[in-house]
T-cell receptor, first 116, second 114 residues
Framework: AQSVTQLDSQVPVFEEAPVELRCNYSSSVSVYLFWYVQYPNQGLQLLLKYLSGSTLVKGINGFEAEFNKSQTSFHLRKPSVHISDTAEYFCAVSAPGGTSYGKLTFGQGTILTVHP | KAGVTQTPRYLIKTRGQQVTLSCSPISGHRSVSWYQQTPGQGLQFLFEYFSETQRNKGNFPGRFSGRQFSNSRSEMNVSTLELGDSALYLC?????????????FGPGTRLLVL
């Protein structure tokens, strides 16, 4: 079974400052990794995903994440945040195999609040 | 291309009632997954359907069920509602059933059980 831990439940930051949202996962097999964002009263929107290959993944809205297999981490970063980045961010994993079809395992979420 | 749509968006029911939620996937997508989102438990996987077959199921009681139609639209049903079933129910569609597939989420149905 897989599990995901998002190390910070809330992250306050000032506008134009850099931010890192931390995600660690646990799995006995190789996993696929995703970051989603949820704005108030909306569903989840994919920011980026890691399937294989380069460990640095670039996504939408200037976000990027780095897969670190030895540390089982997939931290999300943005060099300069905007007020509009205020939202809740979810890290998720899926694993190969039939028992994981269509199933994402999510972390508890990190609320990013960007202050002017 | 239209996104994932869910109806209704909001619903109020009382304990003991049953409810049916609907999800229309993105055109051409054949896989639909359902999730429950609550403040306490977070996002939890309910089940996944592909080509009208349930391929995967989460750890929820049998009161939670679903189905998928030939046009890939999906419904989930919750019988004998409990207060703890109050949640945001999200469905997500993907092109095919697979672990690498990107899931595209709808806006959710917010269910309140009184």
């Amino acid at each position: 079974a897989q599990s995901v831990t998002q190390l910070d439940s809330q992250v306050p930051v000032f506008e134009e400052a850099p931010v890192e949202l931390r995600c660690n996962y646990s799995s006995s097999v190789s996993v696929y990794l995703f970051w989603y964002v949820q704005y108030p009263n909306q569903g989840l929107q994919l920011l980026l995903k890691y399937l294989s290959g380069s460990t640095l993944v670039k996504g939408i809205n200037g976000f990027e994440a780095e897969f670190n297999k030895s540390q089982t981490s997939f931290h999300l970063r943005k060099p300069s945040v905007h007020i509009s980045d205020t939202a809740e961010y979810f890290c998720a994993v899926s694993a190969p195999g039939g028992t994981s079809y269509g199933k994402l395992t999510f972390g508890q979420g990190t609320i990013l609040t960007v202050h002017p | 291309k239209a996104g994932v749509t869910q109806t209704p968006r909001y619903l109020i029911k009382t304990r003991g009632q049953q409810v049916t939620l609907s999800c229309s996937p993105i055109s051409g997508h054949r896989s639909v997954s359902w999730y429950q989102q609550t403040p306490g438990q977070g996002l939890q996987f309910l089940f996944e359907y592909f080509s009208e077959t349930q391929r995967n199921k989460g750890n929820f009681p049998g009161r939670f069920s679903g189905r998928q139609f030939s046009n890939s639209r999906s419904e989930m049903n919750v019988s004998t509602l409990e207060l703890g079933d109050s949640a945001l129910y999200l469905c997500a569609s993907s092109l095919v059933s697979g672990n690498q597939e990107t899931q595209y989420f709808g806006p959710g149905t917010r269910l309140l059980v009184l």
